[in-house]
């Protein structure tokens, strides 16, 4: 008789995983956690709000995924997941309350799974994020033996009066950058083609570690910043840099007009820069450039902007009047 297990499915694996996980996951429940492991549904108490609006995102890793699996090195890619998806609530001022993974593979192997599953525990503790529920599917026949796929969903609240949306952008604003730790998790279908030997050596280290460096996580930056100063926008530079993502965040009529010599740009991405001879324009339209969280604030709260961090602030650029929603200066 044919068997789920000669199908391609391990329950067994599956069980095992839940195991190797649950003390982790766990550990990033709060007092608003109202149940644990194995429920159909995951349950969260919300409090100690007056207006609360719920913001949601979705996100996965993408391509990156690709390099971590060749070199078999599997805890970043978690942080990654969890990072794309509350960044971008942030964007809205949003705090992150709960967080649910999804992880699809071929062949499952436990020990893959909760090293994934790890880097999503560590992001959550950073962001004071519960951790409340997921899915492992194991698909034989849709992915090859080997692979993974890892998705993530957050969801956050803000206080209905605190919504950060752009509507309070005007002319004159100030553009301040916040530094990226990398590449993050975009553009790596043309990355890959340009990084072929992820082994090869990279300022003393394989070069795969600048390439699967995590996306950074930016909400205990942006609430120091908030605790100070109001924030008039915030985006989140992902796909499509920092062309396609800063004027989602401005008004009509008026544009970001942005220094690009401001910018810190990581050495791996200048690196790229280098030896694929890419043009500015499509650079600065795919990657983040250095750029991983823009804000905009009035130019009376620069200062007080600066002064709220333990880190420097590219101060890249004001708002102007002009049809052409971003200049870039090069």
């Not at 919300?46 to 390099?67: A, E, F, H, M, N």
Request: charged residues 25%; aromatic residues 8%.
């Amino acid at each position: 008789m044919t068997t789920y297990k000669q199908a391609g499915v391990d329950k067994e694996e599956g069980y095992q995983t839940v195991q190797k996980i649950k003390d982790a996951v766990a550990s990033t429940h709060n007092v608003n956690v109202m149940n644990g492991i194995g429920s159909f549904g995951a349950f969260y108490r919300l409090q100690d709000y007056k207006k609360p609006v719920l913001v949601s995102g979705t996100d996965g890793v993408g391509t990156k995924l690709r390099i971590a699996l060749d070199v078999k090195k599997y805890d970043t890619v978690g942080i990654d997941c969890f990072a794309m998806c509350a960044n971008d609530i942030l964007c809205h001022g949003a705090k992150p309350l709960f967080f649910l993974d999804y992880l699809a593979c071929g062949k499952l192997d436990s020990e893959i799974a909760a090293e994934i599953v790890s880097g999503i525990v560590d992001a959550c503790k950073e962001t004071g994020t519960a951790l409340i529920g997921g899915e492992t599917a194991e698909m034989p026949g849709m992915y090859t033996i080997g692979d993974y796929d890892v998705a993530g969903f957050c969801v956050g609240a803000v206080e209905e009066d605190d919504i950060i949306d752009g509507s309070k952008i005007k002319e004159g604003d100030v553009i301040l950058g916040l530094e990226s730790s990398g590449f993050h998790s975009n553009g790596y279908s043309l990355i890959r083609k340009v990084f072929t030997d992820y082994n090869e050596e990279f300022e003393g280290k394989p070069i795969y570690e600048a390439l699967l460096k995590p996306t950074r996580l930016y909400q205990n930056i942006i609430d120091s910043i908030l605790e100070k100063t109001p924030i008039n926008g915030i985006a989140h530079i992902t796909g499509g840099g920092l062309i396609e993502n800063v004027p989602r965040i401005l008004p009509d009529g008026l544009s970001a007009h942005i220094d690009t010599t401001k910018i810190n740009v990581p050495t791996i991405i200048q690196e790229l820069q280098k030896r694929s001879g890419i043009a500015m324009e499509e650079l600065y339209g795919t990657f983040n450039m250095g750029v991983g969280m823009v804000i905009v604030v009035a130019p009376e709260n620069v200062a007080k902007a600066k002064d709220a961090i333990n880190e420097s602030l590219m101060e890249l650029g004001t708002i102007k009047k002009d049809n052409n929603p971003i200049i870039l200066k090069w």
